[in-house]
């Protein structure tokens, strides 16, 4: 599908944050998925801490996937509605989500836009960061004036940070400037974590920048830096054909495909690998729960 000139509405070409607030469920069902599995396993290590921190963090409104050992039983009795309590480890990890919004992923050939989809793996990402006790950010890239949302922990925090997402993206569409290279962004991002956090970004790496692979290693230097390549079904197997163009210098050609190819260079995730970074690409065409898998992969080495 192309860029709409006005119906920035349509499925798959605006950030639905309600949808974003429903991927909570799917990570606690795969999380406790996971917990069934690996107590099933004499031997295994499980990758999240257990316990539930000592620090009490907020106390809020029971909903599907809480632990019923976590029912605040002086607000449920004065409410007669279930809440439970949020507990904040002392050890939390911050996992700063880098959101690629720029001209090139408001693209899309199959069910939704790169940009869509980018949201959907940070999203997935972030409450998975919370159920693991950590804290969340934002830095979303809008092809104009960034969106940050700053480091916290709790069901608040992915609200903000959801809100983020879905007013970075609205920025995108309406921004007319050029797109700016992405190694700058990756800099800034990598600065404004503290050290041994976590940095996950969900790009094409369109227009990466001449200084991309250096901002890798800068970056995997001092925190743990993790990139969703987010990939549309054109780019990995575009059919055979006559592919017109513009470039973002306004220059028009055509591109003539004379059996299908593939747009991106078969070894460009293992460079990104050897320097370091966790590297998986993500099918945009695919729905969000399908992305489970492919960020534990990700997150357990790429």
């Not at 509405?9 to 309600?18: F, L, Q, R, S, V």
């Not at 959907?120 to 969340?136: D, H, P, Q, T, Y």
């Not at 729960?289 to 997150?299: A, D, G, S, V």
Request: proline share 6%; hydrophobic share 45%.
């Amino acid at each position: 599908m192309e860029k709409p000139a006005a119906a920035i509405t349509e499925a798959g070409t605006g950030i639905d944050t309600d949808a974003l607030l429903r991927l909570r469920h799917i990570v606690a069902d795969a999380r406790r998925l996971g917990l069934r599995r690996t107590s099933a396993r004499p031997g295994a290590v499980a990758t999240r801490r257990r316990g539930r921190g000592t620090e009490i963090d907020e106390v809020r409104l029971w909903s599907h996937g809480d632990d019923i050992r976590h029912i605040d039983r002086n607000s449920t009795a004065r409410t007669g509605v279930p809440h439970v309590r949020t507990f904040r480890d002392e050890r939390e990890q911050t996992t700063l989500l880098l959101a690629d919004f720029r001209p090139s992923m408001l693209f899309g050939t199959r069910r939704a836009f790169r940009s869509v989809a980018a949201a959907e793996i940070l999203a997935l990402a972030g409450w998975a960061a919370l159920s693991a006790g950590g804290r969340v950010a934002l830095l979303a890239l809008t092809g104009f004036e960034p969106v940050f949302v700053r480091p916290a922990a709790g069901e608040r925090a992915m609200l903000r940070v959801i809100g983020g997402l879905q007013r970075a993206h609205a920025a995108a569409w309406a921004s007319t400037a050029p797109e700016a290279p992405l190694d700058a962004a990756l800099d800034i991002a990598a600065r404004a974590l503290p050290r041994g956090g976590t940095l996950l970004v969900a790009s094409g790496l369109d227009t990466p920048g001449p200084g991309l692979n250096d901002a890798v290693r800068r970056a995997v230097h001092r925190l743990d830096l993790h990139i969703a390549i987010v990939s549309d079904a054109f780019e990995r197997a575009a059919p055979p054909g006559r592919y017109p163009f513009l470039t973002p210098e306004g220059v028009f050609g055509v591109r003539i495909l004379a059996a299908a190819g593939n747009a991106r260079p078969p070894d460009a995730v293992e460079a990104l690998r050897r320097l370091g970074a966790k590297v998986a690409v993500f099918a945009a065409e695919l729905p969000p729960e399908r992305h489970i898998q492919t960020l534990e992969r990700l997150h357990a080495g790429g």
